[in-house]
C-alpha cells in the first residue's frame, strides 16, 4: 500500500530542520493538487475546467523549481495544504497508484512535506487509515506545531476533526457534525450522500458552508489552538497557520470555510494571543483568494493546479514581512483587491523569471504578552 510507501524525507520521524539564520527561513507551498490519471473534467458547476493530470505534471515542476532554489532561498520544508489525489481515484481503484506517484513527487525534495488532511483524503481513506499513514505526523487528529526558526512557530489544524467523511459511524465526531447539519443545513442527509445541498439556501450567506466538503474544528482542538497560541505570544513568536479549508470568509467566495470558523477567527485575534498570528494559509477554494483583516493578519488562499496555471510558490519569512516568490504571481495567489501588485525578481536567488510579493507584518502587540521581563 502506498501509506506504508512514503519517502524518508516525509516520515513521522521527520521534523522540519531549525533555520540556521535566526528568524529567517523559506517554505514551499502548494495545495489542492488533486491528480488523478483520468481525462479533464469540471467541478461541480460545470464552470470550471479541472485538469487532472496535467496537475501531477505542475506537482513535478514545482519540485523543480524549488530544487532549483540557490541556497539562501532553499525551503526548510513543503506546506503541501491538502487534498494531494482527487477522490475519484478511490472508484478508479487508482487510490495507492495515485497517491505513490503524488508522494514520489515530494520525495525528490531533501526537506520534509508537512502535509495536510483535505476533504479528498477523506474520501480516499478513513481516519484509522490515515493513522497509520507515514505521510501524516498523527492522521487520526492531525493538528500539531512546530518550530523552524527562532520566533516563528507553525500551527497546522485539521478542519476535518467534526465531519461526516472520514469517521467510523459511531465516532462522537461524527455524530457532531450530523447534529449540526440537521441544525443549519436540512438538505443534507446524514450519510452525506450526494444530494442539491442548496435547495432554498440562496439567501443563507455565510450558512452555505455547512456541506459535507466542509467541516469543524470542534471544540477539543480549538481549545488547544488558543494555548498554543498563548504559549507563543509569551515567549514573542509569531505564528503561521496552516488549514486546509478557510479561516476568513473574506478570503473565499463565503462557502468554503470551516464551520466554526469564527471561533478560530476569534482565538487568534483575542488579547492573549497579542497578535502573534502573522498570516493563515489556505487551499481548498480552487481559484483562491486573499484578504488581510482589521487585526493584520493575511489570509492567503493559494490556487489550485487542478486550473492549470504554475499554482506554486515559495514563502520567504523575513523580520517585518513575508516574501511570496512564483513563477507568476497571479498563478499562485489571485490578483483580488487588497493583494500588493508582484515586482519582477532579476537575481541570482531565484531559478529563471520570477514575481514576488510582500505581506508586511503588524507589530506583535509586546503591551497584551504576559511574558514577565525580568
Not at 39 to 55: E, F, L
Request: proline content about 6%; some cysteine; charged content about 25%.
Amino acid at each position: 500500500s502506498a501509506l506504508a510507501m512514503a519517502p524518508l524525507s516525509l516520515r513521522r520521524t521527520s521534523t522540519p530542520a531549525t533555520s540556521s539564520t535566526a528568524g529567517h527561513f523559506s517554505f514551499g507551498i502548494i495545495t489542492d493538487v488533486q491528480w488523478a490519471d483520468a481525462p479533464d473534467g469540471h467541478n461541480y458547476a460545470k464552470t470550471v475546467r479541472r485538469c487532472y493530470r496535467g496537475a501531477l505534471t505542475t506537482l513535478g515542476d514545482a519540485v523543480d523549481w524549488w530544487l532549483r532554489m540557490p541556497e539562501p532561498n532553499k525551503p526548510l520544508f513543503v506546506a503541501q495544504l491538502g487534498d494531494l489525489i482527487d477522490g475519484m481515484n478511490r472508484r478508479l481503484g487508482q487510490t495507492d497508484a495515485a497517491l505513490e506517484s503524488a508522494l514520489g513527487q515530494l520525495g525528490r525534495m531533501p526537506c520534509p512535506s508537512v502535509n495536510l488532511v483535505g476533504n479528498h483524503e477523506l474520501y480516499n481513506f478513513d481516519r484509522e487509515q490515515l493513522a497509520e499513514a507515514p505521510w501524516l505526523r498523527h492522521g487520526d487528529k492531525e493538528y500539531y506545531g512546530f518550530s523552524p526558526a527562532e520566533g516563528w512557530r507553525v500551527v497546522i489544524l485539521d478542519i476535518y476533526q467534526i465531519s461526516l467523511i472520514g469517521h467510523n459511524e459511531d465516532d462522537p465526531r461524527r455524530l457532531e457534525a450530523v447534529e449540526i447539519l440537521a441544525r443549519e443545513n436540512p438538505n443534507v442527509s446524514p450519510d452525506g450522500a450526494d444530494g442539491d445541498w442548496f435547495v432554498g439556501m440562496e439567501d443563507a450567506g455565510f450558512r452555505r458552508r455547512f456541506v459535507p466538503y466542509n467541516g469543524g474544528f470542534g471544540r477539543e482542538q480549538l481549545d488547544w489552538f488558543r494555548s498554543e497560541l498563548e504559549a507563543a505570544a509569551e515567549v514573542g513568536e509569531r505564528v503561521l497557520v496552516l488549514s486546509h479549508a478557510i479561516i476568513h470568509p473574506e478570503a473565499c467566495g463565503g462557502m468554503t470555510m470551516a464551520w466554526d470558523y469564527e471561533k478560530a477567527l476569534d482565538i487568534i485575534h483575542c488579547e492573549e494571543a497579542a497578535g502573534c498570528v502573522a498570516a493563515v494559509l489556505c487551499g481548498h477554494d480552487h481559484k483562491g483568494n486573499y484578504h488581510c483583516d482589521e487585526y493584520g493578519v493575511h489570509h492567503c488562499t493559494f490556487i489550485s493546479p487542478l486550473n492549470g496555471g504554475k499554482a506554486f510558490g515559495l514563502m520567504k519569512v523575513k523580520t517585518g514581512y513575508l516574501e511570496i516568490f512564483a513563477p507568476t504571481i497571479d498563478d499562485c495567489l489571485p490578483d483580488v483587491s487588497g493583494r500588493p501588485s508582484p515586482t519582477a525578481v532579476d537575481n541570482d536567488l531565484v531559478p529563471g523569471p520570477c514575481e514576488s510579493i510582500k505581506l508586511l507584518l503588524s507589530d506583535l502587540d509586546t503591551t497584551q504578552m504576559r511574558k514577565e521581563i525580568k
